[in-house]
């Protein structure tokens, strides 16, 4: 047989191969994570890495790694901080998370089709050393026969015996080259052992994660399980892990007082609302009844009641403002929004990404509040406010490197929605266009703006935007404005609506304005 060398073709396949499993898997799993959608910070987008590739001189006998963030798997399953282990689903919430199977499916899939290149490729190279074999050797009985021709001493016994010994040399090639070379090809892949052929989840456990792994011996064909093989352990204060069902317990009493926190920071509106109420009634009072205070005993007894009235409410106004004076974040940088070229841009947006703060739009808008669901099942509403709200989450808009805003398109049934656009005609839903049952003739444009609509038709409309920056404080819970590491950066944009021609058909403008 023809020993393997650095020219053998099967051998160079083969380590070509090898070599760029780790690029293509690394490429593959980055692709399904931007399919997916498993991208957040871009942590995990960045974090598969390939370990050095493990092997004979002849590449038959492999060890190849990888390796990537743990939270990567809690996407690749569905598990994670919201529903962890133990928990079906009863969060007392819409449940958000879904599996993104990125890593499982395809790892298995190319685990497989190495397997299949090195069958074929090892089978190929026994063929050419057998074959090589049975050339040299059949070739030197060649040799011998032309030799006894030349010596025209040629008889049928001599070609008999010729004969003879290629049947031997063939029926001894089939029986020790290829048994040999099948013996060594056994234990190629004995050596290899075995391969993971499966990810999947474990046992419930209330704190901890585990993960049954699947593996095939390639040199038997047989398939194992080994259950709860891999555990990752539950979350402490000094490592992390998965959340236990206590933090979920912990996470829905904390929302519980968060939403209680609100209550009273509503009362205490409402309060001020009283507070000036009572101010403009008490200096009312005390006008009409200025010239008359000497002699009217019973206005000076009103006036004394409705002052203690007015202490009591400023007494409980100060214990309410005391109360949520920690929840007041001073502001440490200032930021302006600029138009250029009907682009809006935020002078150092970028950078102030860059060292970890997060974007956030606003809209200056009415909007309605409901509290969590009570033992029946009902959602009461709270009382509407208007001021600025938090449009949308975080991935509303996106800053590139050149400082410009583009937004998200949410519109439902838009070929487009889930893309970026500069323009800002993506901050708003779709038109209404009224039209008059007398004259069939269009009377009007509506466009929805927080729980109210307006008439864009013919008219401008300014409506009030605004972005600041804040620090996320940690991975998960409700945004805070105590949060906000700048100011509140306020454009408006311009909606108007023109009838074109005749016809009830129309044309929408949506123009930046400061």
Not at 37 to 47: E, M
Request: proline share 3%; charged share 25%; glycine share 6%.
């Amino acid at each position: 047989m023809t020993p393997l060398n650095g020219n053998d073709p099967q051998l160079q396949e083969r380590e070509k191969f090898v070599l760029a499993f780790n690029d293509t898997m690394l490429k593959i799993w980055r692709e399904q994570m931007t399919l997916l959608g498993v991208i957040n910070t871009g942590r995990l987008l960045h974090s598969p890495k390939s370990l050095p590739v493990r092997a004979d001189g002849r590449f038959i006998e492999l060890g190849l790694s990888q390796s990537f963030l743990e939270y990567g798997l809690w996407q690749n399953f569905g598990t994670g901080k919201e529903i962890p282990r133990g928990n079906k689903g009863d969060i007392g919430r819409e449940r958000k998370r879904k599996k993104k199977p990125w890593f499982s499916r395809k790892y298995y899939a190319s685990v497989m089709n190495l397997r299949d290149f090195l069958s074929d490729n090892i089978a190929h190279e026994f063929v050419g050393v057998v074959a090589q074999a049975l050339i040299s050797s059949i070739t030197s009985l060649i040799t011998s026969f032309r030799s006894e021709t030349r010596e025209e001493a040629i008889t049928p016994e001599v070609l008999g015996a010729l004969l003879q010994k290629i049947a031997d040399l063939l029926g001894k090639a089939a029986l020790q080259t290829d048994v040999s070379r099948l013996d060594n090809w056994r234990s190629d892949f004995a050596r290899i052992g075995y391969v993971l052929t499966s990810l999947t989840i474990g046992s419930d456990d209330r704190n901890n994660v585990n993960f049954t792994l699947g593996k095939a011996n390639l040199s038997t064909g047989i398939n194992q399980l080994a259950p709860n093989s891999i555990l990752i352990r539950q979350a402490t204060t000094e490592r992390a892990g998965v959340m236990r069902a206590q933090q979920v317990q912990d996470l829905n009493k904390c929302k519980s007082e968060l939403s209680s926190c609100i209550a009273s920071m509503n009362k205490v509106q409402e309060a001020l609302v009283n507070f000036q109420k009572a101010t403009q009634s008490l200096s009312l009072r005390i006008s009409k009844n200025n010239n008359e205070i000497g002699n009217n005993a019973e206005s000076i007894q009103v006036l004394q009641s409705d002052l203690k009235s007015l202490a009591s409410q400023i007494k409980s106004l100060q214990t309410d403002i005391l109360k949520f004076a920690t929840m007041k974040q001073t502001t440490q940088m200032h930021i302006e929004c600029i138009i250029t070229d009907s682009t809006l841009v935020i002078q150092d947006a970028h950078h102030y990404i860059r060292q970890g703060l997060t974007p956030v739009i606003f809209r200056h808008s009415v909007r309605t509040s409901r509290k969590q669901e009570d033992e029946n099942g009902v959602r009461e509403y709270l009382t509407r406010r208007r001021g600025w709200n938090r449009f949308y989450d975080d991935r509303k808009i996106s800053v590139n490197s050149g400082d410009e805003i583009s937004f998200r398109l949410d519109n439902e049934g838009d070929p487009n929605r889930g893309k970026y656009f500069t323009q800002p005609n993506a901050l708003f839903r779709e038109c209404r266009a009224i039209i008059d049952p007398n004259t069939q003739r269009l009377s009007e444009v509506r466009i929805d703006f927080g729980k109210r609509s307006y008439n864009i038709l013919c008219i401008n409309r300014h409506f009030r935007f605004a972005i600041g920056f804040y620090k996320k404080s940690k991975d998960y819970g409700p945004f805070q404005f105590s949060e906000l590491r700048t100011n509140l950066a306020e454009f408006r944009v311009i909606a108007r609506a023109d009838r074109v021609d005749s016809s009830n058909n129309y044309e929408l403008t949506f123009i930046f304005s400061m």
